[in-house]
């Protein structure tokens, strides 16, 4: 399988990341929430074809401030999309 993966986190080089996902052939994104968004909101990240959605560790990441992120993210996603949240201490 030629499947295809970057990962887009804080403090890295965002220039080469827009740059490999611009350059197409990518099927696998992984990244914080705030990277995301800026590939998003900087048309790098095209998210119309995008399937599944998955957040790791969503409790910490919704209690610590990335709600706006989080939300910005998910506006900008096709209707059908899969959201998978996981978390091995989730509070009820």
Do not use: W, Y
Request: net charge negative; with cysteine; aromatic share 4%.
């Amino acid at each position: 399988m030629k499947i295809t993966s970057r990962c887009c986190i804080g403090g890295t080089d965002a220039r080469a990341d827009r740059d490999a996902l611009r350059n197409g052939g990518v099927q696998i994104v992984v990244g914080t929430p705030g990277r995301i968004k800026d590939m998003v909101e900087k048309k790098a990240l095209k998210t119309d074809f995008i399937k599944v959605i998955v957040l790791d560790e969503a409790d910490e990441m919704l209690s610590r401030g990335f709600v706006e992120e989080v939300r910005s993210i998910f506006e900008n996603l096709p209707t059908d999309v899969q959201v998978c949240l996981f978390s091995a201490t989730m509070p009820p």
